[in-house]
């Protein structure tokens, strides 16, 4: 009786094996459901969908777009946390939705545990952009005032527990200056209140606010990439400034639930870098500010090493912060 059972197990491995692999053979066979959780019209959103135009014709099937930006897009993430492993619903997000949430909501997932990476996808550095008033310069000048002003300063940030109130810690540390946080709701009214004078600084996405910087109604002094942003190419990097290590890069990456076989992993990381290669989308990305990952950090695997490494740095430099969402 234990070897008919052991061998009737067998089969049932071998038949849920063949089942699966004939599943990643005809996959797609239906349309796709891509949750982005951010608001319509930014420029994540925007970019995801110069990428999901091509990707339509590579895999052969409509692609939908649900935004679905509640709880700082903790809604959105745990719609495709509990979706079936199949490849049909999968997330595209941002280092603040899927690194920077982890540390500062409490998740009813594991953005650690819950998800296949698929790839990693353009990115975007931050930088430190002020009211076209503010006294300073250039970098050096802005430290220097921000240690004359401590605390005085106001630094908008979308939200207490966003991308830009973990920057401006990060900023805070290594430069041994303080500001005080202005949280909104969202990066256009932030945006809006200083081109207004309302308030005086924000380490934003460089994406959202390049048109502001670049009609005169603000002002740019650095960017925390490793190197010039190609955007901006007239502005220093903070490390150039003299704030080293001062590293930060807003990435999209593609996700989808785990237990997603493999083969269908891989054909929808082929689909985004088939997408990522061709001349007319990625120049359409660069148009929005961002710059193609290199191929080796598009594969799964790659991906899955980058985003280990992020959320080792961000996660010890977040719990020290003691930021919270609220």
């Known amino acids: 009786m234990r070897r ?38 930014g420029a994540v959103d925007t970019n995801v969908r110069i990428m999901l135009e091509s990707m339509r014709a590579t895999l052969g099937q409509p692609i939908l777009v649900e935004n679905n930006g509640g709880a700082g897009g903790v809604t959105g993430i745990n719609r495709v946390a509990r979706a079936a492993p199949d490849g049909y619903t999968i997330s595209v997000g941002t280092w603040g939705t899927h690194v920077v949430n982890a540390f500062v909501y409490s998740t009813p997932y594991d953005l ?23 006294p300073p310069q250039d970098f050096k000048e802005f430290i220097a005032y921000l240690k004359e002003n401590s605390g005085k300063v106001t630094a908008a940030s979308v939200g207490a527990g966003g991308s830009s109130a973990v920057c401006g810690y990060y900023f805070g540390k290594a430069t041994g200056t303080s500001s005080t946080l ?23 996405l460089a994406a959202n606010s390049l048109g502001q910087v670049r009609a005169g109604t603000i002002k740019a002094y650095a960017v925390t990439s490793k190197k010039r942003w190609f955007a901006a190419p007239e502005l220093p990097t903070a490390n150039e400034a003299g704030v080293p290590g001062l590293d930060l890069s807003n990435w999209l ?13 891989a054909k929808l990381s082929n689909a985004f870098s088939v997408a990522m290669a061709d001349p007319a989308v990625r120049q359409r990305i660069a148009d929005q500010g961002m710059e193609v990952p290199p191929p080796e950090q598009q594969t799964p695997e790659g991906f899955a090493v980058y985003l280990k490494s992020e959320m080792d740095k961000w996660g010890a430099i977040i719990r020290e912060s003691g930021i919270k969402a609220q």
């Open 112 to 134: 650690a545990q819950d998800f296949e990476p698929v790839a990693l996808l353009p990115s975007v550095p931050h930088w430190f952009i002020a009211r076209k008033n503010l």
């Open 182 to 204: 202005v949280p909104y709701r969202g990066g256009a009214p932030a945006l809006q209140d200083i081109v207004a004078g309302n308030v005086d600084m924000m380490c934003d």
């Open 253 to 265: 990456g593609a996700y989808a639930p785990k237990g997603t076989p493999k083969d269908i992993v």
């Open 4 to 41: 008919i059972f052991i061998a009737a197990l067998a089969v049932s491995a071998a038949v849920l094996a063949a089942a699966g692999s004939a599943q990643a053979q005809t996959f797609p066979s239906k349309p796709i459901t891509v949750v982005i959780p951010l608001a319509a019209g």
